[in-house]
């Protein structure tokens, strides 16, 4: 009998520290000269302080896992994230991907000024479909999202849309292809029951499509139902990976509940 196949790494991360600088409050009056004295004197600007949001973190993450990353507020989870998609620097430490990943934010960047429709357009080429693949998958993305089911949404500009109707329909665009690494940062949890279990199901068919899912939520529940590992950051430091249920029980008792 053969021997099963190894697993293949689709991203390991390695001991990775990541900081970065956030400014304090500011009086308005005299902002403008203040900033031309400092720039002139090369002066640091005060109230700037460095947040050290992720502390030597290191795991492997491999092909058709679903990877739940928990933790509270400031905890670390979205810049970890935003790391892996290649989007903010590690100041300590490497990250190593297989293809590139895709970044799902509620926030991913899609033009409030233009109609849905012309947003699956652009959304499908971030995510690199041709033309001729968003034509093709229009209609589904559409209907997936489910923003028409109480009106003609799709023609209206996004910024007529809820909050729940814009992850929705974002999560749709990123959903209509595959993706050797795909990370989702809180883009499910506006959605409602109905449009939670099409995602679920989605995100076990990119898994079967030897894929790798990473996913955000404050909702234990969610993490549980679609991943099999979980990872919680606490504080920037990886506190527990292992089974979700199992890491999902550890930080409830942590926190007494609270999500």
């Known amino acids: 009998m053969a021997d099963p196949e190894e697993p293949v790494p689709t991203v390991v991360v390695d001991g990775v520290h990541i900081t970065y600088k956030v400014n304090g409050a500011r009086t308005g009056r005299g902002s403008a000269t203040s900033a031309l004295s400092r720039l002139v004197s090369r002066r640091a600007t005060p109230g700037v302080r460095e947040v050290h949001a992720v502390k030597g973190v290191s795991f492997a993450a491999y092909k058709g896992e679903a990877i739940g990353l928990i933790g509270s ?7 970890l994230l935003k790391a892996i998609a290649g989007l903010l620097p590690t100041a300590e430490g490497k990250v190593w991907t297989h293809g590139q990943p895709s970044l799902l934010g509620v926030n991913a960047a899609l033009m409030s000024d233009l109609t849905g429709e012309r947003n699956v357009v652009l959304g499908g080429l971030a995510m690199g479909m041709t033309r001729e693949q968003i034509r093709e998958r229009y209609d589904g993305i559409v209907d997936f ?22 992850a929705r329909l974002r999560f749709s665009i990123a959903a209509a292809k595959s993706h050797d690494v795909l990370l989702i940062d809180e883009a499910l949890s506006t959605g409602d029951a109905r449009f939670r279990r099409r995602s679920q199901q989605r995100i076990d ?31 920037g430091v990886l506190r527990m990976d292992g089974p979700a249920k199992e890491v999902v029980a550890a930080y409830e008792e942590f926190t007494g509940g609270r999500k």
């Open 73 to 79: 507020n400031g905890s670390g989870k979205s810049t």
């Open 205 to 235: 068919e990119l898994r079967k499509e030897a894929g790798t899912v990473f996913l955000v939520s404050h909702s234990n529940s969610t993490i549980t139902e679609t991943c099999d590992r979980a990872i919680w950051l606490e504080a």
């Open 145 to 166: 999202s489910g923003i028409n089911d109480k009106g003609d949404f799709i023609s209206l500009p996004m910024r007529t849309y809820s909050s729940g109707m814009g």
